[in-house]
Nanobody
Framework: QVQLVESGGGSVQAGGSLRLSCVAF????????MGWFRQAPGKDRELVAS????????YSADSVKGRFTASRDNAKNTVYLQMNSLEPEDTAVYYC???????????????????WGQGTQVTVSS
């Protein structure tokens, strides 16, 4: 069992930056690949970034490529989402999720992740 707790959300003006954190409690953190998802009001939840258990493989969705980057510190059981050049369209609840590395693929769907955090709100104003 893995528990995930996100933090770092908030309100920011367009063009600003935020860094989200997700701390994992439970089994060996490096044995899990991590994904960052978001869900805007009235929209489906979508994958924005993911990262392998060791951190050597990263993925960013086309909608955030060049602006959002996932990273992790396995010594701190923490994964991060650095978000730069934020746009109003980035407003959403952001979730981290975990899946065993043996089953991970960079662009895998949300239904294949095993554990989820509670979400943190990001609001970007124009």
């Amino acid at each position: 069992q893995v528990q995930l707790v996100e933090s770092g959300g908030g309100s920011v003006q367009a063009g600003g930056s935020l860094r989200l954190s997700c701390v994992a409690f439970g089994r060996t953190f490096s044995s899990y690949a991590m994904g960052w998802f978001r869900q805007a009001p009235g929209k489906d939840r979508e994958l924005v970034a993911s990262i392998s258990g060791g951190g050597g493989v990263r993925y960013s969705a086309d909608s955030v490529k060049g602006r959002f980057t996932a990273s992790r510190d396995n010594a701190k059981n923490t994964v991060y989402l650095q978000m730069n050049s934020l746009e109003p369209e980035d407003t959403a609840v952001y979730y981290c999720a975990a899946v065993a590395t043996s089953r991970w693929q960079a662009r895998m769907a949300e239904g294949l992740y095993d554990y989820w955090g509670q979400g943190t709100q990001v609001t970007v104003s124009s």
